[in-house]
């Protein structure tokens, strides 16, 4: 009598698992893939001085590419549109030997989420910001 009431205790506790499981694991993906496609406007921007190489993120929803800029012509700007509550916009910079000073800048939807500074020969920078897609703002 005692294993019968195991195996009627198991199996119903299995069921119960398995029906709360499958109800509740649809709701968080349904939820989490309306977060996913959230869009979002980042601006990258570097200003300064002696800037040899900026590298940034560009994409979403697991489908990021890495971009990089030779010698580029600062003040430097790019707008893109990301999408993704994994997707972490950033932006990084090298100075060349002879050094100087720059700053790298990312904006998400108007504000300010990230600045860095870098200084001297082969001086570096990165900022990497959070994507805003999993908020409510």
Do not use: H
């Not at 199996?11 to 499958?22: I, V, Y």
């Not at 100075?95 to 001086?123: H, P, S, W, Y």
């Amino acid at each position: 009598m005692r294993r019968a009431t195991k195996i009627v205790s198991i199996t119903a506790a299995a069921g119960l698992a398995a029906t709360w499981l499958t109800g509740c694991a649809g709701d968080v993906k349904s939820e989490f893939d309306k977060l996913d496609a959230k869009e979002f406007e980042v601006v990258y921007e570097v200003t300064g001085s002696g800037v040899q190489t900026i590298t940034y993120e560009e994409g979403g929803k697991g489908e990021l590419s890495s971009k990089s800029v030779d010698d580029p012509k600062v003040p430097w700007k790019k707008e893109i549109t990301m999408t993704g509550v994994a997707t972490s916009p950033n932006v990084s910079l090298i100075l060349g030997e002879k050094g100087g000073q720059a700053d790298c800048v990312i904006t998400i939807n108007g504000k300010e989420a990230k600045r860095a500074t870098a200084k001297g020969g082969f001086g570096t920078a990165s900022c990497v910001a959070a994507s805003p897609a999993g908020t409510s703002s």
